[in-house]
């Protein structure tokens, strides 16, 4: 597969506007290997192999365990994620779902029990913004496979 757009050399507003997004998520308070599991599973979701290559390799080398992510795809039925981590992957499907009945009452209610506000808000824009970078790359068919994570560099 061939590349389409490379958004540095094409429009480099794009690029810098979703980074603007990603660095108010990395201030928020809300816990990075949270963000990056519900970034994995949305880009699972929407089949971006770029996104999905750069998240896991993120998780990895911030010591995320290989069993944790081979069972993201049916954490549903995989005993390996807390209640915290449950409802913020119910709610990040639910919104990236969005077409298959809006997000339900019951999911609202589940990960109220488990986020204030200010934290359902965040991980609500961490969805969006998954959803957002994923349809980016889809679109310009970044090719998957050559992101190295920050924190396995020089190490």
């Not at 549903?76 to 077409?99: C, F, G």
């Not at 209610?109 to 349809?135: P, Y």
């Amino acid at each position: 597969m061939e590349s389409r757009i490379d958004y540095l050399k094409s429009a480099r507003g794009v690029y810098h506007a979703m980074l603007g997004i990603e660095h108010y998520l990395q201030q928020s308070g809300l816990e990075e290997s949270l963000q990056n599991l519900v970034k994995l599973r949305v880009s699972q979701i929407n089949g971006c192999a770029y996104c999905i290559d750069m998240h896991w390799k993120d998780l990895r080398a911030a010591g995320e365990s290989e069993q944790r992510l081979y069972g993201l795809d049916a954490w549903e039925e995989s005993p390996y994620y807390t209640d915290r981590e449950r409802a913020a992957l119910a709610w990040a499907e639910s919104v990236t779902n969005i077409k298959e009945g809006h997000v339900p009452d019951s999911v609202y209610l589940q990960v109220k029990g488990f986020f204030n506000d200010k934290e359902l808000a965040d991980l609500t824009l961490a969805v969006t913004a998954i959803n957002s970078w994923n349809r980016l790359s889809i679109a310009a068919r970044t090719v998957a496979g050559t992101y190295q994570p920050a924190k396995s560099q020089g190490v």
